[in-house]
């Protein structure tokens, strides 16, 4: 779980969208070459509590996200975004990207 929150992630969505130039209609087309190619921070006694908070918040996506109503719920797709702009601060942390570098990431997935 903690991959899939930093794949879902902004920061890795700008990774993929600068390093990552192989599209089709439909969108990326990724193979696990480039995918194995995205950094992925080992887990640490130091990034622990930062990637269990990313866990926690993607198994509270995961359900609300996966329910049957979830297109049609307003309510249910404000708080996934609400859980995945958290998850979004967690992952900057984690990298230690700077608040310039978060700009940088913010403004160019605008």
Do not use: C, M, W
Request: hydrophobic content about 35%.
């Amino acid at each position: 779980k903690y991959i899939l929150g930093l794949l879902n992630s902004n920061l890795i969505d700008y990774y993929v969208k600068t390093y990552v130039h192989l599209y089709s209609d439909k969108g990326f087309l990724l193979s696990n070459q480039y995918v194995e190619r995205v950094p992925i921070p080992q887990i640490t006694p130091q990034n622990q509590p930062l990637v269990q908070k990313i866990e926690d918040l993607v198994n509270k996506i995961l359900p609300l996200s996966q329910s049957d109503d979830y297109l049609e719920n307003p309510q249910k797709q404000a708080k996934v975004k609400q859980y995945q702009r958290q998850i979004d601060q967690l992952v900057y942390k984690l990298y230690e990207l700077t608040d310039e570098e978060i700009k940088i990431v913010e403004e160019e997935l605008k």
